[in-house]
């Protein structure tokens, strides 16, 4: 809680003790009464419901999928999971940096084959380079 | 009365006045648009007998128009001319400083291209081709060096790099007159620049602006190629030069002209080629370097043109080079291989890009496309026998008349027609093929020689005119080196005429028109064969009546499944044995199916099926761009029946988009971080050698063609 | 007819002078017509190269890709050269040259030698006006461990 709130809590339980003494100012009302008093006046706490729980969650659920799906797109199509099928880095992108990528795994010779751009069977800098080519190309 | 006489001389000299001032601003406005007429003038500083290409089509052409007249039109002119003198030396007169040497005979002439390098590299029957062109300017004058030069015309040219010491300037590809016109600008600036065109699917144009002195700039190019497989071998063609041709008197500017070096603008075409003298000889050589990556065991790689060297490091690798003492770039470079297979299967090769998917399907012919008893055939033989065939390619054509004529039985008719100037027939109309017949076309043969021009209409027209014989199956029979400037022409005629009969076409020589050959071929529904000089005609005339004994499968249907095809381009022809049929196409579909191939042989339905998994098919990246060169030949095609102005906004956007260079694109490259000393330079064409076999004298340069 | 011609020479000599200055100053008009006419329509040749900073000279430019865009429709992009701390020649999408509009990418190996602000490219250019709206945007820049880095683009003409 933060200390404003705290505060004004304080300074409200204070001011509306100070009113009651007032009010009923013979006979005393003994504390312990003030005291149940603003005990029952604290809010009560809310009744456990468990399909309010429950529904809350999947809401909870719905809404971080749906801001997830928003964030990301929509599922790629087939078409999109081809072109981010050499999206070395993972950052559901294609540029150029995969393809550099490619062409520091090939010279290495340690080039998984699912990065074999050309389909000729192996990765070599042919590959890098028709990945470069593929990321400066411009929408039709 | 003082007052009225002087009324017309005050009229006459306001007049004068006025044209004056038209003149004058007349001659203003010129000067103020030369940037816009491209210069069409020569410059004072021009060295004498200077070409200048501003002056390209006007000034030398009308210097020469009253030669260009004094030739009959039928004739073709030797080329092999007086000593030009100053007044007619228009080009390629090497300035003071520049060397002529004397090597083995020869005259070595200094030519602004010094070397050629070509590096091939061949995967699953498709080739990358990079050609590295070294210009280089031995002269003491700025030059700007303009060199026409052939390559293959199935080619698809993508790229376009501008080599300048160190840096590498990538060209881009522009419609044509926008090219021409950035180029036009470039130089007029002094900036160095490189312009790349089309003049024929195999004959381009290069421009290099502004080099200067002692300079080189190199220009890269690089195209793709699907090499065609003959007879289950694949075949690797580089060709090297470009062949004079003829131009029949009305093609008017639009043929390929032909002259000897140093007389530029003398032929009367638009696009022409220097041809070195007799004992010339240029510092231009060339490097060929192939690999090929099979993926299976290649072998019976040979070179039928060329000494090679080869090395085979494993048994689906092969590396061929040209051996150093064979350079001389003159004739073909032909290459064949065989690759190992069993079973030879249909190929499906695709690629993807965001526009879609491409494919190519190479479609063999069943092997049980089987031996049936041959009907009766009426075949016409049609050879070339004009001043370009003489020698070895006319007794390479008649040899391959004989060896026909031993195949034929004596139900089957046949006709020879030569052609030059005129069409002659050997008879009237088609005589049977009995003993004397063909004793009487043997001494035809043998008195035939060449000479005159290269009228192939008048061939064409004679050879596919309506046949009388409705038993018979009229195969036409071409052979010819196909030097010609008028290919359009002949195309539509053989459209127009070739009704139920089938053209073969055979190219004869060392440097044949590839493009006429298989065009003719193409639009006739047969097939295309080369027999180099060195070659023998017995083997590409038997396997040619092995096609003819076994029945093409015909009426080819496709049904593509679910691949989803459209834009189809090949396939609609007739698929011969021995030479698959190449269908190229985009496509949408992403799940595996079946392709049902359907065609008719002799009357029977065959069918074939091609089990397609478009996902984890081979991938090229070319695909694309080959499968738009081939939509841009049957959109071009299309032109001979009806030119629709649509389709030609088509093939221009096609090659805009595919990179490709086309009849209506052009690459070009600017440095424009720097600008050359002094005025633009003189123009000077690369002369090159006239190709192997052919005679220097019975070129076919005609002025004015 | 001497005398008369004579007279008429003198009668013709103002209106020649007045014919001539009229031509002269038809002349003058017309060329200077021309000349703010060919202004406009003779196009001017330049380049413009490209710099990516990655702010430190530790940092190394293993890869970058950038898209320029000329809004005024006034330029034309006429070769893509790779610059001179960066000598691998660029990527480039042909159809950008339909409009003036063009992605340009390329990577090195040797990302050592890259550092700092390096020169990338340098594209040559045709302008066909003196009011072309140039603009570029980084897409990439990354390092030789192939991770994107904060850089900066920008350009200057070329010398």
Redesign the interface.
């Known amino acids: 809680m933060p200390d404003s709130e705290a505060q004004f809590n304080e300074r409200s339980q204070r001011r509306l003790s100070h009113d009651l003494r007032a009010l009923y100012a013979a006979p005393p009302v003994p504390a312990s009464v003030d005291e149940e008093i603003l005990r029952a006046l604290e809010p009560a706490p809310a009744r456990r419901r468990p399909w309010v729980l429950g529904t809350g969650a999947a809401a909870a659920a719905v809404l971080l999928i749906t801001g997830i799906l928003a964030w990301f797109g929509p599922p790629p199509t087939i078409d999109e999971q081809r072109k981010l099928a050499h999206d070395v880095?993972g950052?559901q992108r294609l540029?150029?940096?995969d393809?550099?990528?490619v062409?520091?795994a090939a010279?290495r010779g340690d080039a998984p084959l699912s990065w074999d751009v050309n389909g000729d069977g192996n990765v070599d800098v042919l590959d890098?380079t028709v990945l470069?080519?593929r990321?400066?190309?411009?929408p039709? | 009365m003082?007052k009225r006489?002087?009324q017309p001389?005050?009229r006459a000299?306001?007049t004068l006045?006025w044209v004056?001032?038209a003149i004058?601003?007349s001659a203003?406005?010129m000067?103020?648009?030369t940037?816009?007429s491209d210069g069409r003038k020569t410059p004072q500083s021009a060295p004498p007998g200077a070409h200048y290409l501003g002056g390209l089509g006007l000034l030398a052409q009308r210097a020469n128009s009253v030669d260009a007249r004094a030739v009959m039109p039928a004739e073709e002119l030797w080329i092999i001319i007086p000593e030009p003198t100053g007044q007619q030396r228009s080009d390629a007169e090497p300035p003071a400083g520049s060397l002529l040497a004397l090597t083995s005979g020869h005259v070595e002439v200094a030519v602004p291209l010094r070397h050629t390098d070509v590096a091939a590299s061949i995967k699953g029957g498709i080739s990358a081709v990079t050609v590295a062109q070294s210009f280089h300017n031995p002269y003491d004058t700025k030059i700007e060096a303009k060199y026409v030069f052939p390559l293959p015309h199935e080619g698809a040219v993508t790229d376009f790099?501008?080599v300048i010491g160190e840096?590498?300037?990538?060209?881009?590809?522009?419609e044509r007159e926008?090219a021409e016109q950035?180029y036009s600008?470039?130089k007029h600036?002094g900036?160095v620049a490189a312009l790349m065109t089309q003049e024929r699917p195999n004959i381009f144009t290069q421009s290099v602006a502004n080099i200067e002195p002692g300079k080189s700039i190199d220009v890269e190019i690089t195209y793709f190629h699907t090499l065609p497989l003959v007879d289950g071998e694949f075949e690797f063609v580089f060709p090297m030069v470009v062949a004079p041709r003829f131009n029949p008197p009305h093609v008017g500017g639009n043929g390929i002209g032909a002259t000897p070096r140093g007389q530029a603008g003398t032929s009367g075409q638009r696009v022409e080629v220097g041809y070195l003298g007799l004992r010339e000889r240029s510092g231009h050589d060339i490097s060929i370097a192939v690999t090929i990556e099979a993926g299976l065991p290649v072998r019976e790689v040979r070179s039928t043109t060329h000494a090679i060297e080869r090395e085979q490091p494993d048994s689906g690798l092969v590396r061929v080079q040209l051996r150093p003492g064979d350079k001389i770039p003159n004739r073909d470079f032909v290459l064949r291989y065989r690759v190992a297979s069993e079973t030879v299967q249909p190929e499906f090769v695709c690629t993807r890009d965001d526009s879609g998917g491409y494919f190519q399907l190479t479609l063999h012919p069943p092997h049980n496309l089987h031996v049936v008893p041959r009907q009766p055939m009426e075949f016409i033989f049609v050879v070339d026998a004009s001043g370009s065939m003489k020698g070895r390619p006319l007794e390479l054509a008649k040899g391959a008349i004989l060896r026909s004529l031993s195949h034929l039985d004596v139900h089957d008719t046949f006709q020879i027609i030569r052609f030059s100037n005129e069409a002659l027939p050997l008879t009237p109309a088609p005589v049977p093929a009995t003993v004397s017949n063909v004793e009487r076309a043997r001494r035809y043969l043998d008195e035939m020689s060449s000479a005159g021009g290269t009228h192939m209409i008048h061939g064409v027209r004679a050879a596919l005119a309506g046949s009388d014989d409705p038993e018979r199956q009229r195969l036409v029979s071409f052979m010819t080196d196909g030097f010609i400037g008028n290919e359009s022409e002949i195309f539509r005629a053989v459209l127009q005429h070739v009704g139920d009969a089938r053209l073969f076409s055979f190219g004869v020589g060392s440097s044949v028109n590839r493009h006429l050959l298989a065009g003719m071929a193409r639009l006739g529904r047969g097939a295309v064969a080369y027999v180099g000089l060195d070659e023998g005609v017995a083997n590409a005339v038997d396997r040619f009546y092995e096609r003819v004994a076994r029945p093409a499968l015909t009426d080819i249907a496709i049904d593509w499944g679910t691949l989803g095809v459209s834009e189809q381009v090949g396939g609609a022809g007739d698929v011969f044995y021995g030479r698959p049929a190449t269908v190229l196409g985009r496509f949408s579909g992403t799940e595996p199916t079946t392709i049902r191939v359907r065609g008719r042989q002799n009357g029977e339905w065959m069918e074939c099926t091609v089990a397609c998994d478009p996902t984890r098919a081979s991938q090229h990246q070319a695909v694309s761009q080959l499968w738009a060169r081939k939509r841009i030949q049957a959109l071009t095609d299309g032109f001979l029946r009806r030119y629709d102005p649509a389709d030609g906004a088509a093939v221009r956007r096609l090659a805009?988009?595919?990179?490709l260079l086309s009849a209506y694109t052009a690459f070009?490259?600017?440095?424009?971080?720097q600008v050359t000393a002094g005025r633009e330079g003189v123009t000077v064409g690369v002369p090159v050698p006239v190709p192997a076999g052919m005679r220097y004298e019975t070129s076919t340069a005609r002025p004015g063609g | 007819m001497t005398r008369?011609a004579a007279?008429?020479r003198k009668?013709?000599s103002p209106?020649?002078l007045l014919?001539?200055l009229?031509?002269f100053a038809?002349?003058a008009a017309?060329?200077s017509v021309?000349?703010q006419?060919?202004s406009p329509?003779?196009?001017?040749?330049?380049?413009l190269e490209f710099f990516v900073d990655l702010g430190s000279v530790e940092a190394e430019l293993?890869?970058?890709?950038f898209e320029f865009v000329e809004s005024a429709q006034s330029a034309?992009?006429?070769?893509?050269?790779?610059g001179r701390d960066f000598p691998e020649?660029?990527?480039?999408?042909?159809?950008?040259?339909?409009g003036s509009?063009?992605?340009?990418?390329?990577?090195t190996?040797a990302a050592e030698s890259t550092r700092g602000k390096c020169h990338v490219a340098?594209l040559?250019?045709?302008e066909t006006s003196a009011d072309p709206k140039y603009q570029v945007d980084l897409?990439?820049a990354?390092n030789a461990e192939?991770t994107?880095t904060t850089a900066t683009i920008s350009w200057t003409e070329?010398?």
Request: charged share 15%; hydrophobic share 45%; glycine share 6%.
């Open positions: 880095d950052n540029d150029i940096v393809a550099y990528l062409a520091v010279e890098a470069a080519q990321v400066v190309r411009l039709l | 003082t006489a002087n001389s005050r000299w306001q006045c004056f001032c004058a601003a203003v406005w000067g103020c648009n940037y816009i790099v501008m840096r590498r300037i990538r060209g881009l590809i522009r926008l950035i600008a470039a600036q900036h805009l988009e595919h990179n070009v490259a600017v440095d424009a971080s | 008369t007279g008429t009668r013709r209106r020649g014919s001539g009229f031509g038809l002349l017309l060329s021309c000349s006419a060919q329509t003779t196009p001017t040749f330049r380049t293993a890869a970058y890709q034309v992009v006429v070769g893509i050269e790779a020649t660029p990527y480039y999408d042909p159809k950008a040259l339909r509009r063009v992605i340009v990418a390329a990577y190996l340098t040559h250019l045709m897409i990439v990354a192939g994107p070329g010398q």
